[in-house]
């Protein structure tokens, strides 16, 4: 949140905001009609809901009339958006929706600066963990198809995943429960994953690559940990002399964990070695997602294309969900691309947008307008003028 000075910046910020709106495509959801909108301010991102809007014209003259910095839209359609309470609305169904933000991540670099500063890895790593979503489930487990999923870019530090899909439509919350546990991990048992495990002289039989599900998830993972070497090993818990007896008989325990042979190579303690591994791997191959998000069928998520008033980046609609594997957000998301202005500036960290380094900063300095909106948005420095 910007800190409230006497100053200029929140006029010009108001100013560029509305100016935004005012050229702003594509900003409709489909079904825009039966949606239900929320509105906020810079202290609370939803301030006003129960609002809806017929239109497109509709709905980017009220956003830029009132300069809003945050507005969000129902997942969920309904006969009467506008009715209040819940219950009147008239619930039609809700499109199933993913947030993945990077503040639910533990990353080193946010040891280094924090969680309210995102850097370039911070935006790396949550891309990837929506590529997971989408490639490692919600097409090859649930069955969707590219076309059915839509990603936007949060327009902070994260990405939005909706799935439209008429199946999913009349779920209830119950039924999204199931769906955030089974992306999660949850229920995923060693006992269930190894049934020969912990039996004297048998041999270890468990997944094997070739299946679907968490089941050749949790294979292949192991197998793309033991391919990468003895560090990797090491980094999923193996202690060093184990991880480097598998990888010389590396040919040997591919071959056998491929087929669903756990025990190529001999390993004291079997049972208890693999339970500890596959433990800790079901907790870092889940995904990072906001599980209220998704179990809510009435929650109000960012409109896609709309402003972040906390970046004034754009929570950018990709082109199609594949777009994430080039996306850099701090391209293109960037709104208020006119001009510059003139900024005092006090920050710790730089800024990487257009391919730019800016920053570290201590003072007063001339930069591109939405590098001084970012920098004010996030509270890093105050907006003297335009020059
Ligand atoms: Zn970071």
Not at 307 to 324: E, N, T, Y
Request: glycine letters at 10%; charged letters at 25%.
């Amino acid at each position: 949140m910007p800190a409230a000075s006497p100053d200029n910046s929140l006029s010009i910020i108001n100013g560029l905001i509305s100016e935004f709106y005012k050229s702003a495509t594509d900003l409709a959801p489909e079904r825009i009609a039966e949606r239900e909108f929320g509105v906020g301010n810079f202290e609370i991102k939803i301030s006003q809901r129960h609002m809806s809007f017929r239109n497109e014209r509709d709905l980017k003259e009220y956003l830029s009339t009132n300069a809003v910095p945050y507005v969000s839209s129902s997942s969920a359609f309904y006969k009467f958006p506008s009715g209040r309470p819940m219950e009147k609305k008239g619930w039609l169904g809700s499109e199933l929706v993913f947030d993945l933000d990077v503040t639910d991540m533990d990353l080193p670099c946010q040891l280094r600066h924090g969680k309210s500063w995102v850097c370039s890895i911070c935006l790396d790593e949550v891309r990837k963990e929506t590529i997971k979503l989408v490639y490692d489930f919600l097409i090859p487990d649930f069955g969707f198809s590219e076309k059915e999923i839509k990603v936007n870019f949060s327009g902070n530090r994260g990405y939005h995943v909706h799935v439209d899909n008429k199946d999913m439509l009349m779920l209830d919350a119950a039924a999204r429960r199931e769906v955030t546990g089974y992306i999660s991990g949850s229920g995923i048992e060693f006992a269930d994953l190894f049934p020969t495990a912990g039996r004297r002289g048998e041999k270890l039989v468990g997944p094997s690559a070739k299946e679907k599900g968490w089941r050749g998830k949790i294979a292949k993972n192991f197998l793309s940990n033991l391919n990468a070497g003895v560090d990797s090993l090491m980094r999923m818990g193996i202690e060093k002399p184990i991880a480097s007896k598998l990888w010389r008989s590396k040919g040997l325990v591919q071959m056998g964990i491929e087929n669903g042979n756990w025990d190529m190579v001999y390993i004291k303690n079997k049972a208890d070695f693999w339970k500890g591994i596959i433990d800790r791997q079901a907790v870092s191959q889940s995904d990072k997602i906001d599980r209220n998000v998704t179990n809510d069928p009435t929650h109000l998520i960012r409109l896609a294309n709309s402003i972040h008033g906390g970046s004034g980046l754009i929570a950018r609609k990709l082109k199609a969900p594949g777009a994430l594997y080039g996306f850099d957000p701090m391209k293109e998301a960037i709104a208020f691309r006119k001009g510059y202005v003139k900024i005092d500036a006090h920050t710790g960290y730089e800024l990487v947008m257009m391919g730019q380094k800016y920053g570290p900063y201590a003072g007063e300095i001339k930069v591109p307008t939405y590098v001084g909106a970012y920098l004010y948005l996030k509270g890093k420095a105050r907006i003297i003028n335009f020059i």
